[in-house]
């Protein structure tokens, strides 16, 4: 039980266009999710927490107009990179709380902006 | 704010070794911690988590002991398998409550040779 899904897997696209990166929990009910970024060789680093039908919150320094969030229902939070440039390239990794103190982390998903 | 520090690795080991993974934290207060890992290929997954000090986490023979004295919460097994290769990161998640983004260490990459 408690698998989280992400779709796409990996994902190239053109500097300027915007990609949707889907996060799902399959078999359970998750009012919050988290997203994560991580770069080659480093730690992931919280982007910010998703609310199912209230606003995403975002951790300092994370553009919350570039990064969109929405969180429309308790199995589905979507990640929307708009604009995307190649410093936006990266390895993007969603979380859903299943029990009071444990995260369950999608397979994440590989963002390349040429 | 809160931090993790953990070993870096790539830690190489041969078959049957006894394994030792160095975490420390900052944190205030009293946080949850917990050892993720992460096979290739695959997305994180939890290893064992500690909630209070003096908890001992365990899972598929690892262990970890939560200290609050000494800020530290070390990943050990004492005979590894080559099955157990993989990226192990340690993480806090502050006492505010079940529904925070969790701090993370760089992770370190375990190598268990036949």
């Known amino acids: 039980g408690a698998v989280v899904s992400q779709h796409p897997s990996r994902v190239i696209c053109k500097s300027g266009t915007s990609v949707k990166i889907e996060c799902r929990s399959l078999?359970?009910?998750?009012?919050?999710m988290f997203w994560y970024r991580q770069f080659p060789k480093q730690s992931l680093m919280l982007m910010a927490t998703?609310?199912?039908?209230?606003?995403?919150?975002?951790e300092q320094g994370v553009e919350k107009d570039k990064f969109l969030i929405n969180h429309a229902s308790l199995t589905l939070s979507t990640l929307t990179v708009t604009s995307a440039h190649p410093e936006d390239s990266s390895f993007y990794i969603c979380?859903?709380?299943?029990?009071?103190?444990?995260?369950?982390f999608g397979p994440g998903t590989r963002l390349t902006v040429l | 704010g809160n931090s993790v520090t953990q070993m870096e690795g790539p830690v190489t080991l041969s078959e049957e070794a006894f394994l030792t993974i160095n975490c420390t934290y900052t944190?205030?207060?009293?946080?949850?911690l917990f050892w993720y890992v992460q096979y290739p290929g695959e997305g994180l997954q939890l290893l064992l988590k500690?909630?209070?000090?003096?908890d001992k986490g365990s899972n598929k023979g690892f262990e970890a002991t939560y200290r609050k004295e000494t800020t530290s919460f070390h990943l050990e097994k004492g005979s590894v398998q080559v099955s157990d290769s993989a990226v192990y990161f340690c993480?806090?998640?502050?006492?505010?409550?079940?529904?925070?983004?969790?701090?993370f260490g760089k992770g370190t990459h375990l190598i268990i040779q036949p």
């Open positions: 979380s859903a709380i299943h029990d009071p103190n444990t995260q369950y």
């Open positions: 078999d359970f009910q998750a009012t919050t």
């Open positions: 998703s609310n199912e039908g209230s606003k995403a919150t975002y």
């Open positions: 944190a205030t207060g009293y946080p949850s």
């Open positions: 500690a909630t209070k000090a003096d």
């Open positions: 993480a806090l998640r502050s006492s505010g409550g079940g529904a925070d983004g969790l701090t």
